[in-house]
C-alpha cells in the first residue's frame, strides 16, 4: 500500500492487489481531490452526497450545510462538474439522493432520539424567510429534482429518475402527510450512447425503475455516515458497470461503493472529507485482505 500526502491537505492511499485489483482512497474534499483522477477514465459513479440540513460531519469543508439551498446546489454541482470531466464517455452515474422539509419554525427545543448529530443548532432550514427561495413553511423543498435540473443545464443526460423504495423503512413520525417511503436514484449519462446491461432487470422482471431495496442499514462500527445498503450499489454496477470496469464514489461515508466494487471484481476509487471514516474505511480494507502490505 501506498500512502502519499497530495496539495489542498489530501491523502491519498493506492493499492494493486494480487489478484490485479487497484483501490485508490482519498482523505479530503471531493472537489480538490477528484483534480488527481485521470479524465474519461471512470467507467460508473455510485454516490450518495450528504443530504441539504440533514446531518453534520463535523470536518472543515463539507458540503450539505450552506445557508441557502442555491449554495448547496451549487457546492455539490461543483462536484459534479469534475465527476463529469473523469468519467468516461460510455459511462453512468449514479446518484441517490433525498429531500429536505423546509421548517422555518426557529430553534429546535428536542433532541432526536435517532442521531445525535442530527440536530445542529438552528439549521437554515429552520429559520424564518422562506429560504431564499419564497417556500413556505412545512413545504418539501424538492432538493433532489432542483440538483438533477441544474445538472441537466450542464450538459449531464438525466436517463431515468429511478425510485429506490426503501423496504421497512423506520417510519417518520407524522401525522398530517404520508410517510416518506422512497428516495431516488438518478441515472446519469454523459452521452446519448453508453454502457448498460438490461439482463439483471429482464431476470427480476418487476424491478424496472422502481427498485424496492431495504432501507439503511444501521450505522456500523460507531460511525455514523447514514450508508446505504449494498444492495442499491450492487444494483446500479450489475446494470451500469462492466467487469472489472473502475468505480468512483466521491462521498463514500462508510465505503460501501468501495467493497461492492472490489468484491464484485470491480476497481474502485473512493473519496472523503472525514479522516475517521477514511480510518474505518482503510481497517475494513484490512480486515477483507485488500490491502498486501
Ligand atoms: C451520505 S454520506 C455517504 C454514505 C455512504 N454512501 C456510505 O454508504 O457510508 C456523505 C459523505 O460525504 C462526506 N462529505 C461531506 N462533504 C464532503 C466533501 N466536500 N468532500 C468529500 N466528502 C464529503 C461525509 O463525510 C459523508 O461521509
Redesign the pocket.
Known sequence: MKKCALENKITRWTVCSDSGKHWTLYC????H?MSDIETDSVNCIV?????YCL?D?K?D????LEETVNEYIS?LCS?MDEAYRVLRKDGLLFL?LGDTYYSGKGKSHGTDPKSSKRRFGLRPVDKSGGLEIGIQRKSVIGVPWRVAIEMMSKKWILRTPIIWHRESALPESVKDRPRRSYEYVFMFAKDRKYYFNRQPLLEKKIDEDVWTILARPKANGGIE????PDELVERCLEVGCPDMGVVL?????????MRVALQTGRNAIG????PV?CEYILKGLEEQKCICL
Do not use: C, H, M
Request: no cysteine; aromatic share 14%.
Open positions: 479530503g474534499n471531493a472537489k481531490a454516490t450518495s452526497p450528504p443530504y446531518r460531519y470536518v469543508g463539507q458540503i450539505g457546492s462536484v441517490n455516515t447514514a450508508p446505504y464514489d466521491p462521498f463514500v461515508g462508510s465505503g460501501t461503493t473519496i472523503d472529507i472525514s471514516f
